[in-house]
């Protein structure tokens, strides 16, 4: 909502129409001696495009004879993970990589070995043996280059690159450590960074979004090259992959961005083989009939969108020309329908059960990988002969390969027995990095002199002045102060870091967390991003992977939902599955809310502590907000950065001497002791710490007992020294939290504590979470949220008698046997 | 308005005394009952028939004491004075139990209560006209006979043919031929009363043993002695019909026909739980009952419920247990109701007296058991005092654990022995701890310490 950009309705209400170009299709009719005349192609680079070809055909039949018969070229094997062959699809990848070069980033979908593999000789063949060796010397310390040497002498680097990335993506496949990612990734999730190959994805259409964020990251921090999302035409019903397009169009980029103001440098390509798994995309379950025609919903460039005819190797490099051409013109994005067939199934237990033989026969007729090297035998570019030699030659380097990664000995597999925490160590990085690009932050104002800024820094960072008085509380700093204290601070160090998400602008961000920030940083470092949680958070995942500093929010945590897959298994396991290659620095920032009923009032930390691969925090005080956001806006790691819009507005009550004016860090996984006792522990997250607050001090005045009180404000990690410290002094532990009861993360740690203080307890721990329900209308927020009386009555019934107490909201065996029973 | 510390609903056995007890503890108490203090057992069960049955004991010694060397002539036995005596001892007990609650300073309201459900204070009930507010409440309504839908008995209840426990004991004159609807215990004592005295008494049960869960065993020894008395028992039979002074049933398939001058209905129990407006609360419930666990509160914190109400084991002595724990939970003391180990006796001659598991039941529950069998003549005083008596002991042992699971008696003072078998049962001592007990001797009860011998 610019003010600059006036919504005029006279304009708004004009009548008129709307009219959409002409998308060419199929439009390539040059024969190979066209393109000899036109001095485009060498002998040799047609050559090299069949020899490409020949390579990823051979990688694929290989591994279908592995599924299919245990074995290939009399290497015995069996291979028990997924195998997307893309047999077929050989002309569309190489005619798609043909142009591209190590700047280049392809990211692909989940049937990938073809967009790889064809990525990499394609690069292969652009790089210096310097620059090959380098590579190759340096990855994973040389590991996968040893092994790659034990196959024996190459005539030349280039054979032993080809060689090096043959071997690396099969052992990755399978799953040896010999692998690019240690085989963690496998073979839905191979890549191979040094030549701009990044990751496929297990998820159809999951690069959508990422890849999205990856162009931003290049457009953003001046990074050379394209992008290329490679997603197949099923994908492009995936509401995520929409999300995508429609962020990589934003008006914004030309109307509003001071700096790099270029389109997005991002090709949209869809490898269109008529099939999901073994539905029709055209005819039967989507209606666009071309899919090309899907960017005309889009942008009024249409995205520059054309189709392609993929089994032609040379009519998808034609296109790929013009479609580069106008992406290093800043005109993107663009998109590519590339059309091709997969004579595999959709994996290899598919019975083609959806369609016929003869549908399959009528384009092996017009297979590539005999149509093309025909075409050259005619054109007189090859001999017959030579045809059989380059088939043999591919075939040998084939064997070769394959019989070095189904090898233990040359390919050995992670030894778990050996080395139990094989995964354990890639599931966090754990890094401290300040800034992720040497080049000055962009800013239209100087931090100091920034209004916004100076305002926190006034503010008195207790709630007692020095008087000896409450301070009032437009002058008091408080926890939204905290968050933008430090959010300030680390936009000023690391160039890289960038925020968006809903309103994040003009407005500060739905809770003011970024008010002032417009007035001092560019739109391309503060922008307002589109209604779409999938596309905030998948860009952020692709922009962090990419090398940059992502801060997203997602105002509501009950948007979480919208962006499920982004964060749970984009956001969560890419570290991991990478085997440490890529970094995940994104701090995903939601809200708890209260007050705006059902679908804006859950706390979904349980749903996040349970992904393994995220970090979750909720910090409930300034002091704690303070030194978390500092630690999560330095780290490596992808953090859920949970937040109480009950508690924007509180001050530091806990803290001796208030919020620190210096920069801290609070380290993930410690915990908050905010009031001593001896008698029961309370162990709580989020605002509910206020109403444990009050509940210890009704214990105190009516029940003379005293209250240990425990904020957790780093749920993934956790230390329980001091949990257990605690409980084994009182022998009593509730633990309150504003989530619903049911599977919250309390119950984890109440299991936590009684394995590890069975002794030391005196009755079972006690949750005390919000009632199994919908959330209802904040007038009835006392039914449903856990307060204070809650936490009494729950020590009163299951911990130890309160004399003289009488329970209210209590929850009596015999009622919990009956919730449990209900659902309720 | 005055805000009680516990309103409690029903003043039977379990009502009454968890008013007792809660007042006991500085609690300010409200105790509602619509008729009689003593509920059911006091008024209409458990005490009244006592008497009765001892009445008919002395009528019975009196008239078949030869083998003892007794003879009586003109032996007469005078139902109506019978009946007397038992409204006198009831009423002195009734008001025995007024009197403590007076002495507790309970307030007791008598008349029909309606709970409100929740309110300012905790919880309201409307008794009288008054609207009366507590911070809990216990309900204790008690339970009442089940009316099986078989054509005719509401018409034979409305005329006076048909009646229940509570008529019965009022009746001035005995029956001449009487059916009873149901051998289980409740059934089995008037049966076995009426039969003593000299009306003829035909048992129609639709299972194919009498006596409920009792030891199939122990059933035998009751049926024989039953039918010494000229009870007839209709087993695995199904009541039709009640007709004006008859009763219709089926005997393997075919239908037959008894014509008496009054029907009995003991078909069983269930908890009385309409029309006093448990609704309000959002009880949690198994069909009439109650939901409780094992501290008697019901899914409402603050709300119990003791007693017939909560279905468990509808027994004056459970009901008393219950209200204690139901208090100490009240008062935060650490309790809990166990079920497993309480008695349960029939007051026929032989007396029946059993606690905790049959052999059968414990080899349901995977325990690997021992029973031991003795018969009762082991005990010298069993054998002095009684002529061709068949009684006996079984003791259930639990292997495993070496722990006494169960003890089954039938004979004289069955009812009193028993409790010396709960004691034992409940404190879970080993055959080897138990054996060192000192019984007096002579006693019937020796009969426990002769059968832990034989473990």
């Not at chain 1, 300040?434 to 503010?459: C, H, L, M, N, Q």
């Not at chain 1, 307060?787 to 130890?800: N, S, T």
């Not at chain 2, 516990?6 to 968890?18: E, H, I, K, N, R």
């Not at chain 2, 004691?423 to 020796?446: W, Y």
Request: negative net charge; charged residues 25%.
């Amino acid at each position: 909502m610019p003010k600059n950009l006036f919504v005029n309705p006279e304009e708004v209400r004009a009548s008129g129409k709307v009219s959409f170009n002409e998308i060419p299709v199929n439009q390539y009719n040059k024969s190979i001696k066209d393109e000899l005349k036109s001095g485009k192609f060498t002998k040799e680079d047609l050559i090299r495009i069949f020899r490409d070809m020949t390579v990823l055909r051979e990688f694929e039949t290989m591994l279908n004879n592995i599924k299919t018969q245990g074995g290939y070229n009399g290497i015995e094997h069996t291979y028990p993970g997924p195998a997307h062959l893309s047999i077929g699809q050989e002309a569309a990848c190489v005619g798609q990589a043909y142009l591209l070069d190590e700047n280049d980033f392809a990211f692909g979908s989940h049937r990938s070995h073809s967009e790889i593999l064809a990525k990499a000789l394609s690069t292969i063949n652009k790089m210096s043996d310097e620059q090959l060796m380098d590579v190759m010397e340096n990855f994973l310390e040389g590991k996968c280059l040893r092994s790659t040497k034990k196959l024996g002498e190459t005539k030349d680097v280039k054979e032993l690159a080809i060689r090096f990335i043959l071997y690396g993506t099969l052992s990755e496949i399978f799953a040896r450590e010999t692998g690019f990612h240690l085989g963690m990734g496998g073979s839905m999730h191979a890549f191979f960074l040094p030549f701009g190959i990044y990751p496929n994805n297990a998820i159809v259409g999951g690069s959508g979004t990422i890849s999205t964020g990856a162009a931003l990251y290049k457009k953003i921090n001046d990074k050379k090259g394209i992008v290329v999302c490679n997603v197949g035409d099923a994908a492009m019903a995936r509401g995520p992959v929409w999300e995508a397009l429609n962020f990589s169009a934003m008006d914004q980029y030309k109307t509003l961005w001071e700096l790099h103001n270029d389109g997005m440098p991002i090709l949209y390509n869809i490898f269109n083989n008529s099939y999901g798994m073994g539905d029709q995309t055209r005819g039967e379950t989507m209606g666009q009939g071309c899919m090309s025609r899907i960017s005309s919903g889009v942008s009024p460039t249409q995205f520059y969108a054309e189709t392609v005819d993929g089994f032609n190797p040379l009519a998808v490099i034609d296109a790929m020309e013009r479609k580069l051409e106008l992406l290093r013109n800043g005109q993107g994005p663009v998109m590519l329908e590339t059309l091709t067939y997969r004579f595999s199934g959709h994996s290899v237990s598919d019975q083609n059960a959806y369609r016929t033989k003869e549908e399959m026969d009528a384009w092996k007729e017009v297979d590539p990988l005999t149509t093309y090297p025909a075409e050259l035998v005619k054109a007189g570019v090859l001999t017959e002969a030579d045809v059989e030699a380059i088939l043999a030659e591919t075939k040998e380097r084939m064997t070769l390969i394959c019989k070095a990664a189904a090898d233990p000995e040359i390919s050995p597999y992670c030894d778990f027995n050996k080395d139990p925490a094989v995964v354990e160590r890639l599931m966090y990085s754990n890094e401290q990095v300040v800034a992720f690009d040497d080049r000055e932050p962009e800013f239209t104002v100087p931090k100091e002199e920034a209004e916004g800024y100076k305002k926190i820094k006034s503010k008195s960072r207790s709630p007692i002045g020095p008087d000896g008085k409450p301070v009032s509380k437009m002058k008091l700093y408080n926890l939204r102060d905290a968050l933008s204290e430090v959010i300030w601070d680390r936009f000023y160090e690391d160039p890289t870091l960038i925020a968006y998400g809903e309103d994040c602008r003009d407005w500060g961000g739905a809770f003011a967390v970024y008010r002032g920030m417009m007035d001092a940083l560019p739109h391309s470092r503060l922008f307002n991003s589109p209604l779409a949680e999938g596309a905030i958070v998948g860009t952020a995942v692709g922009y962090a992977l990419s090398g940059g500093r992502a801060l997203v929010e997602l105002m509501y945590a009950d948007f979480i939902g919208c962006a499920g897959d982004e964060i749970f298994n984009q956001m969560a396991k890419w570290q991991a599955m990478s085997a440490g290659i890529l970094k995940m620095p994104v701090v995903l920032r939601v809200s708890v809310g209260s007050k705006y009923g059902a679908q804006h009032s859950q706390d979904w930390t349980a749903l996040c502590a349970h992904i393994p691969g995220l970090k979750v925090c909720f910090p409930a005080t300034p002091w704690e907000a303070k030194g978390l956001m500092e630690s999560a806006l330095k780290g490596t790691d992808p953090v859920v950065f949970f937040e109480s819009q009950r508690i924007y507005d509180i001050g530091e009550q806990f803290h001796e001497g208030g919020v620190p004016a210096e920069r801290y860090e609070i380290e993930f996984g410690d915990v908050n002791k905010v009031r001593d006792g001896k008698d029961v522990t309370i162990i709580t997250i989020g605002a509910a710490l206020y109403r444990a607050v009050d509940a210890a001090k009704q214990l105190s005045e009516k029940y003379g007992m005293e209250a240990d009180i425990i904020n957790i404000h780093s749920l993934v990690p956790l230390d329980y020294t001091k949990i257990v410290e605690s409980v084994r002094k009182t022998g009593r532990v509730v633990l309150v939290s504003d989530a619903c009861a049911r599977g919250s993360f309390l119950n984890d740690v109440a299991k936590n504590i009684t394995e590890l203080c069975f002794d030391d307890l005196d009755a079972p721990p006690v949750v005390v979470g919000a009632r199994n329900w919908i959330t209802p209308p904040f007038e009835f927020d006392e039914y449903f949220f856990p307060q204070a009386g809650w936490i009494l009555d729950a020590i009163h019934e299951k911990l130890v008698p309160l004399p003289g107490h009488v329970v209210e909201n209590g929850c009596t065996e015999a009622e919990a046997y009956r919730r449990a029973k209900q659902g309720v | 308005m005055e805000v009680f510390d516990l309103l409690v609903v029903g003043g039977g056995p379990g009502g009454y005394l968890c008013a007792e007890r809660a007042a006991q503890n500085g609690m300010n108490v409200a105790l509602f009952e619509k008729k009689a203090l003593g509920g059911t057992c006091l008024n209409e069960g458990c005490i009244p028939t006592k008497t009765l049955l001892n009445s008919s004991k002395m009528y019975r010694h009196a008239k078949e004491s030869e083998a003892f060397g007794v003879t009586a002539s003109d032996v007469k036995y005078d139902h109506a004075k019978v009946i007397d005596r038992k409204d006198k001892v009831v009423k002195t007990l009734v008001s025995g139990v007024g009197a403590t609650m007076k002495a507790n300073k309970v307030n007791v309201i008598t008349a029909n209560a309606v709970i409100k459900g929740r309110a300012q204070n905790g919880f309201a009930v409307e008794a009288d006209g008054n609207v009366y507010e507590g911070k809990r409440l216990v309900i204790a309504s008690g339970s009442e006979t089940v009316v099986p839908p078989v054509p005719g008995l509401k018409e034979g209840l409305a005329s006076g043919f048909v009646v229940t426990n509570r008529e019965v004991l009022d009746a001035k004159e005995l029956p001449k031929k009487l059916v009873v609807i149901g051998g289980g215990v409740i059934g089995l004592e008037m049966a076995y009363y009426f039969a003593s005295v000299g009306t003829e008494v035909t048992v129609i049960e639709m299972m194919p043993k009498i006596a409920g869960a009792t030891d199939a065993e122990i059933c035998k020894v009751l049926t024989d002695a039953f039918q010494k008395r000229g009870m007839v028992f209709k087993l695995s039979c199904k009541v039709l019909e009640v007709k004006e002074k008859s009763v219709i049933y089926e005997e393997n398939g075919e239908k037959k026909e008894i014509p008496c001058d009054m029907v009995l209905l003991s078909a069983g129990r269930k908890p009385s739980t309409a029309n006093i407006g448990i609704e309000t609360l959002g009880l949690d419930m198994d069909r009439a009952a109650i939901k409780t666990d094992r501290h008697l509160c019901t899914n409402v914190s603050g709300v119990y419920a003791i007693g017939d109400c909560n279905g468990k084991l509808m027994l004056a002595h459970t009901a008393y247990r219950e209200a204690e724990v139901a208090v100490n939970h009240m008062l935060g003391k650490y309790d809990e109701m166990r079920y497993d180990v309480i008695p349960s006796v029939i007051y026929t001659d032989p007396e029946v007296a059993s606690v905790g598991l049959s052999k059968e039941a414990a080899e349901e529950k995977g325990m690997k058991v021992k029973e031991v069998k003795l018969p009762m003549s082991y005990a010298g005083r069993y054998l002095a005092e009684t002529e061709g008596g068949k009684g006996f002991i079984k003791l259930v042992v639990d292997t495993d654990k070496k722990r006494l699971v169960g003890c089954h008696l039938v004979g004289s003072y069955a009812s009193e022995i028993i409790m010396t078998a709960t004691m034992m049962v409940d404190t879970e001592l080993t055959p080897a701890r138990l054996q060192k007990l000192v019984f007096p001797h002579p006693t019937v009860a020796e009969i426990i310490r002769e059968a832990i011998f034989h473990i």
